[in-house]
């Protein structure tokens, strides 16, 4: 997939739609009450209630379109996954305008909403123009969804002066009410990059309704519709959409009765599909059984490549399942052992060679940088980050050096805290020239347990240039084709929905200059 393009400036005021942000809360807030904000019903509704009270979303734009996602509950959280909507389909009507009265419709059409999608509703919306701030609604059984924004790509190749990029992972729905996500609403980003973790799993959730259920209770928070509403996403999935440090066909549980083979390809499905039916994903995406296509790249203009990976469904399994660390098995060496399985690696090294953009990112899951939690001689690591791939990861790293890709960035999420990472041929040799950078952001509200264990393993991994485990938040990128800057935003209380993000830390990464240095 490649979406590409440059970002021209619309009659719209985006800065007044996103300083709206908290009216069109307001206005979910009241259709998850059942309080309508739409047109009567025209004859005897399908069911009784508001249809949309798990909101609306945009995704994965391309130059002349996005995908816009919808799904009708009106109970959302009812017993059975449903969402109070019988087992049949329902026609669902969208439009797309470019001005937020729709007095400007510029594509409509219907959309059929079944029972075995969750009645979810994914609508791959073409021919708009490239780089343009759009408006779209959906309309079910007479009553109207919120008006969301969204924003189609550049146009391929065209010169492009920045790109606002959020990045956002891990929320947890026991780590607080998604502070972060209120202030993210109000940014005036271009798209969000969600790195994976956008629920937990919990010790029950084993079937297609419990998954669906789990969705039902995170997607309600109002300040995460919001954020939805006013950005397009970008999303790829980790562990926890499934289960703890799961990694290919390989369950990690410990519960022998349950870690059987057959048990772990259906709870995959089971996860896959609630995914896919509950996010704006494109089509391609939809999961057959345990499968599911998720790597992809964007393209925007001229300024940045973007390889989104899938480091869960091929990676190897874990050599050893210490936590948050233990002693380097000598094993994570081997060069049999991968994070991405071969064709999606060939992929990648691909991406990279043919890109022509100013900026290459690589948007993944977990640290990529090594990191050594061992004060004296030996070394201890965390199996499931890169450390235990480490060949996989050389190959990637001397690939980009010996090739001389163009200002690479590895995006990453996972472990609940902030990081500003060398990425490196030699870990041993602290002069030895960096070859990528890594920004990791926190947790939007998932705690981090182990801070004091990095914290007191910083002095012997220099190439870490910034760390923070107590703060939650997102980070907030401005790509230029001068310099990439990474703010790193934090809210006071992830357990406060009213704490508003704030800038803990600003670091920048030059035009032709491997390696951060602070803002």
Not at 311 to 326: I, N
Request: hydrophobic share 40%; glycine share 8%.
């Amino acid at each position: 997939m490649e979406l590409t393009g440059s970002w021209d400036r619309v009659e719209v005021d985006r800065r007044t739609f996103l300083a709206r942000a908290g009216a069109s809360a307001a206005a979910l807030t009241l259709a998850a009450n059942g309080l309508s904000v739409a047109r009567a019903a025209q004859g005897r509704a399908p069911f009784s209630g508001y249809p949309f009270t798990l909101g609306v979303a945009s995704g994965d734009p391309l130059p002349s379109g996005v995908v816009l996602w919808t799904r009708l509950a009106p109970d959302p959280l009812a017993g059975d996954g449903k969402g109070g909507v019988p087992a049949r389909t329902i026609p669902v009507r969208w439009e797309v305008a470019e001005d937020e009265r729709f007095r400007r419709v510029v594509r409509k059409g219907q959309a059929t909403a079944t029972p075995e999608l969750a009645h979810s509703a994914h609508v791959e919306v073409n021919g708009l123009r490239s780089g343009r701030d759009y408006f779209y609604r959906f309309v079910a059984a007479g009553q109207d969804s919120p008006v969301a924004r969204t924003r189609t790509a550049p146009a391929s190749g065209a010169p492009l002066r920045e790109l606002d990029l959020g990045i956002v992972s891990c929320q947890s729905w026991s780590g607080g009410p998604f502070a972060a996500y209120r202030t993210i609403a109000q940014e005036d980003l271009d798209v969000v990059l969600h790195l994976g973790d956008y629920i937990y799993e919990e010790g029950d959730t084993e079937t297609l309704t419990d998954f669906r259920l789990l969705y039902s209770k995170y997607k309600r928070s109002k300040d995460l519709m919001a954020a939805h509403a006013a950005f397009p996403f970008v999303l790829t999935l980790d562990d926890h959409e499934i289960e703890n440090n799961w990694a290919g066909l390989t369950s990690q549980t410990d519960n022998e009765e349950s870690n059987s083979p057959e048990r772990f390809t259906d709870l995959r499905a089971a996860a896959f599909q609630a995914y896919y039916e509950n996010l704006p994903l494109r089509r391609g995406a939809r999961p057959v059984g345990p499968d599911m296509m998720l790597y992809r790249r964007l393209a925007f203009g001229d300024l940045l490549d973007m390889s989104v990976l899938d480091t869960r469904q091929y990676r190897s399994d874990q050599v050893e399942e210490s936590f948050p660390f233990g002693p380097l098995s000598p094993d994570a060496a081997d060069p049999g052992r991968t994070m991405t399985g071969a064709k999606q690696e060939r992929w990648l090294l691909r991406n990279l060679d043919r890109s022509r953009a100013r900026w290459n990112a690589i948007a993944q899951q977990t640290i990529m940088a090594q990191f050594d939690y061992d004060t004296g001689d030996s070394v201890a690591v965390n199996h499931d980050q890169w450390d235990g791939y480490s060949a996989a990861r050389q190959r990637i790293l001397e690939h980009i050096a010996r090739k001389k890709t163009r200002n690479p960035v590895v995006l990453s999420g996972d472990w609940h805290s902030s990081w500003v990472n060398d990425l490196k041929l030699d870990w041993a040799d602290e002069q030895a020239p960096v070859v990528a950078s890594e920004f990791a952001g926190t947790s939007v509200s998932s705690g981090c347990g182990w801070a004091d264990d990095v914290e007191a393993a910083l002095p012997v991994n220099p190439h870490v240039k910034f760390f923070d485990g107590t703060k939650r938040g997102y980070i907030r990128s401005k790509i230029t084709r001068d310099r990439w800057v990474s703010d790193y935003r934090a809210v006071a209380s992830a357990a406060d929905r009213e704490s508003p993000a704030t800038t803990l830390t600003s670091w920048v990464v030059d035009n032709g200059r491997a390696g951060a240095r602070q803002a």
